[in-house]
């Protein structure tokens, strides 16, 4: 009887093991657009983990992509990537703007790509990001930011311990 049980149970592991997701990993794709003067922003995190930062910052539960999708989502998710991603552009200290968010159905439910912005930026001398991104939810989370401006490619790992990178051209 003891060992009629054992398949159920590695049954239920598997099952519970295929909708967890025990990397805390989000990443970030930095672009300066010369061009439109602008430094755009693609960030993908895991929709369970944003929701409950989210929460943590004092928001209500989102149900994102669901029926229940709270009716304020883009509001609070602009709110809490504008506290949580930061830039200083030349010293000064530049605002988010929220461009969009969307996640693919039919492949990748468990993530979500939201987009922002920073316009007017006519050059870059120097860039400051600072990225806590879900540092507070996950005490292993990880940030990986690839940046692209003025020619130079660099990647970034951000974590409790580092959350702030400057480059200088």
Same mark, same amino acid.
């Given at each position: 009887m003891k *060992?009629?049980?054992l398949p159920f &149970? %590695? &049954? %239920?592991l598997l099952i519970s093991s295929v909708f967890a997701h025990p990397i805390h990993l989000s990443v970030?794709?930095?672009n *300066?657009?010369?061009e439109s003067k602008s430094i755009e922003v693609a960030q993908k995190v895991f929709i369970d983990d944003l929701e409950d930062g989210i929460e943590l910052m004092g928001g209500p539960? %989102?149900?994102l992509y669901t029926d229940k999708e709270h009716k304020d989502s883009d %509001?609070?998710?602009a709110k809490y990537f504008q506290k949580h991603i930061k830039f200083k552009v030349n010293e000064k200290d530049v605002k988010?703007?929220?461009v969009g968010r969307e996640t693919d159905p039919k492949h990748d439910i468990q993530a979500i790509w939201v987009y922002m912005e920073v316009t007017k930026i006519k050059k870059i001398k120097t860039l400051e990001v600072k990225n806590t991104v879900l540092l507070a939810v996950h005490n292993d989370q990880r940030n990986m930011v690839h940046l692209t401006c003025n020619e130079d490619k660099v990647s970034w790992l951000f974590d409790e311990k580092k959350i702030t990178e400057t480059i200088q051209w």
């Open positions: *060992y009629s049980m &149970i %590695l &049954i %239920l970030s794709e930095v *300066y657009n010369s539960k %989102l149900h %509001l609070w998710l988010l703007q929220w």
